[in-house]
């Protein structure tokens, strides 16, 4: 019974959870696994979610905006939560860069403002509870970077070991700085991130730590949060389209898998046009979807300045395909002077901060506008996933890039010479 997660709601309801293979539905009881034992395949937490169709959205609203808000779609118990205080991120209604981009509605979700700086914080949260409840004394993760940092975090939070692996080189500076300072003890592995995850995928084939990888099928349930956010913040109102940066494409999978719960239990009636986007350096799902298939072949050499979605093989690559075909949205890649260009104009245009991987998802809107498959009279979000700070060797070469100043401070330079 241990597999069983119960959570008591105000109103006295509780939902009822078990793993199973995303492939083969095979039901896996064993919480040290990462993997289907019959077949590989991912791992999925499947949700009871009879009694919250009793329940309405505005039921929830007693408690903060958050992740905690959301504890009927949750598989652990709120009553061991190990939390932040994550969530609770401001949706930006961004008039004039959608006027810039001409587009009819833009809105940024800023998960930057994340207690560890990125999204990441919604999936570790209800990760770490799961530690807890399994009661592991030792966490780990492969990273390229905010995996780590928020594990280290939490980890430091809960008061448990954590070991993180971390690609030589290829990992931002503030990223690798928090998960040290958080005490993490850190250890770089040649070879790229793929590589890292075979490596601690391994360690924990061996019980030596619970793996906190997005494999971890309790992550996504946290960031399924991002998606009950917005549609709470939007009063339910549906978007016509949400983009995201894709690197592992577990927070593309987790926003679907949110919507889907959301139909289940009758809270909408239609789902957004998920869209994902890719640095062309590192585009395997692009791929795969320009040519209509469900699989991928993954890229051996992923390079990108957005080191968050330098990723070749994604973890939930065929779930992201899945997500993106049946909501009947699309995939694009972005160059890396795209992704720059769009990190400039948020900061510029709208006094957002965000790390190189989040501005690719307002790249990748405005690459799809120019070339008219999205439309013109759309209401888009797009998903800024991390924040600026998180890298700050991007920044400062941003800083020597030409800048036009406003007419205004020209004239006030001009007047004081
Ligand atoms: C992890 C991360 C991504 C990629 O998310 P996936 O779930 O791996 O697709 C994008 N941006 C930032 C800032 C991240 O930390
Ligand atoms: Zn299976």
Redesign the pocket.
């Given at each position: 019974m241990d597999n069983i997660a119960r959570g008591r709601l105000s109103g006295g309801v509780r939902v009822e959870s078990r793993v199973r293979c995303w492939e083969c539905h095979r039901e896996v009881e064993d919480p040290y696994l990462d993997a289907c034992p019959s077949c590989d395949g991912l791992l999925e937490v499947s949700l009871d979610l009879e009694p919250v169709k009793e329940m309405a959205p505005s039921d929830l609203r007693t408690s903060p905006l958050g992740v905690w808000r959301y504890t009927p779609f949750l598989p652990v118990r709120p009553s061991m939560a190990v939390s932040l205080q994550e969530g609770g991120t401001p949706l930006y209604g961004c008039a004039p860069l959608a006027s810039d981009l001409g587009v009819k509605a833009l809105s940024v979700k800023y998960e930057g403002a994340n207690p560890t700086g990125?999204?990441?914080d919604r999936g570790m949260t209800v990760g770490i509870t799961r530690a807890k409840e399994i009661g592991a004394d030792m966490v780990g993760c492969a990273s390229?970077?905010?995996?780590s940092a928020s594990l280290a975090a939490y980890a430091a939070k809960a008061g448990i070991g954590c070991l993180v692996l971390l690609p030589e080189g290829k990992v931002a500076l503030g990223k690798l700085a928090q998960a040290i300072f958080y005490g993490a003890k850190v250890v770089s592995v040649e070879g790229n991130f793929d590589d890292a995850l075979r490596t601690i995928r391994e360690m924990a084939a061996q019980r030596l730590l619970y793996l906190l990888n997005?494999i971890n099928p309790f992550r996504p349930e946290g960031q399924k949060t991002l998606l009950l956010e917005i549609m709470d913040q939007l009063d339910y109102r549906m978007p016509d389209r949400i983009v995201l940066?894709?690197?592992?494409?577990?927070?593309?999978s987790a926003v679907h898998k949110a919507l889907k719960e959301l139909e289940e239990v009758g809270w909408i009636d239609s789902m957004p046009m998920l869209t994902g986007v890719q640095a062309s350096g590192s585009r395997p799902l692009v791929e795969s979807f320009r040519a209509g298939r469900r699989d991928f072949d993954p890229e051996p050499g992923p390079e990108t300045v957005a080191t968050?979605?330098r990723?070749g093989n994604?973890v939930s690559g065929r779930k992201a395909l899945d997500a993106i075909y049946s909501t009947g949205g699309t995939a694009v890649a972005v160059s890396d002077e795209e992704i720059l260009d769009a990190q400039l104009m948020l900061g510029r245009r709208e006094g957002i901060g965000v790390?190189p991987?989040?501005a690719a998802s307002v790249a990748g809107l405005r690459r799809l506008l120019d070339e008219g498959v999205a439309d013109r009279d759309e209401e888009v979000v797009c998903i800024c996933?991390?924040n600026a700070l998180?890298d700050p060797d991007t920044m400062m070469s941003q800083c020597v890039r030409p800048y036009s100043s406003r007419p205004e401070v020209a004239a006030v330079l001009e007047a004081i010479r």
């Amino acid at each position: 019974m241990d597999n069983i997660a119960r959570g008591r709601l105000s109103g006295g309801v509780r939902v009822e959870s078990r793993v199973r293979c995303w492939e083969c539905h095979r039901e896996v009881e064993d919480p040290y696994l990462d993997a289907c034992p019959s077949c590989d395949g991912l791992l999925e937490v499947s949700l009871d979610l009879e009694p919250v169709k009793e329940m309405a959205p505005s039921d929830l609203r007693t408690s903060p905006l958050g992740v905690w808000r959301y504890t009927p779609f949750l598989p652990v118990r709120p009553s061991m939560a190990v939390s932040l205080q994550e969530g609770g991120t401001p949706l930006y209604g961004c008039a004039p860069l959608a006027s810039d981009l001409g587009v009819k509605a833009l809105s940024v979700k800023y998960e930057g403002a994340n207690p560890t700086g990125s999204f990441k914080d919604r999936g570790m949260t209800v990760g770490i509870t799961r530690a807890k409840e399994i009661g592991a004394d030792m966490v780990g993760c492969a990273s390229t970077g905010n995996t780590s940092a928020s594990l280290a975090a939490y980890a430091a939070k809960a008061g448990i070991g954590c070991l993180v692996l971390l690609p030589e080189g290829k990992v931002a500076l503030g990223k690798l700085a928090q998960a040290i300072f958080y005490g993490a003890k850190v250890v770089s592995v040649e070879g790229n991130f793929d590589d890292a995850l075979r490596t601690i995928r391994e360690m924990a084939a061996q019980r030596l730590l619970y793996l906190l990888n997005s494999i971890n099928p309790f992550r996504p349930e946290g960031q399924k949060t991002l998606l009950l956010e917005i549609m709470d913040q939007l009063d339910y109102r549906m978007p016509d389209r949400i983009v995201l940066p894709v690197g592992n494409a577990g927070n593309i999978s987790a926003v679907h898998k949110a919507l889907k719960e959301l139909e289940e239990v009758g809270w909408i009636d239609s789902m957004p046009m998920l869209t994902g986007v890719q640095a062309s350096g590192s585009r395997p799902l692009v791929e795969s979807f320009r040519a209509g298939r469900r699989d991928f072949d993954p890229e051996p050499g992923p390079e990108t300045v957005a080191t968050a979605i330098r990723i070749g093989n994604p973890v939930s690559g065929r779930k992201a395909l899945d997500a993106i075909y049946s909501t009947g949205g699309t995939a694009v890649a972005v160059s890396d002077e795209e992704i720059l260009d769009a990190q400039l104009m948020l900061g510029r245009r709208e006094g957002i901060g965000v790390e190189p991987a989040s501005a690719a998802s307002v790249a990748g809107l405005r690459r799809l506008l120019d070339e008219g498959v999205a439309d013109r009279d759309e209401e888009v979000v797009c998903i800024c996933t991390g924040n600026a700070l998180k890298d700050p060797d991007t920044m400062m070469s941003q800083c020597v890039r030409p800048y036009s100043s406003r007419p205004e401070v020209a004239a006030v330079l001009e007047a004081i010479r």
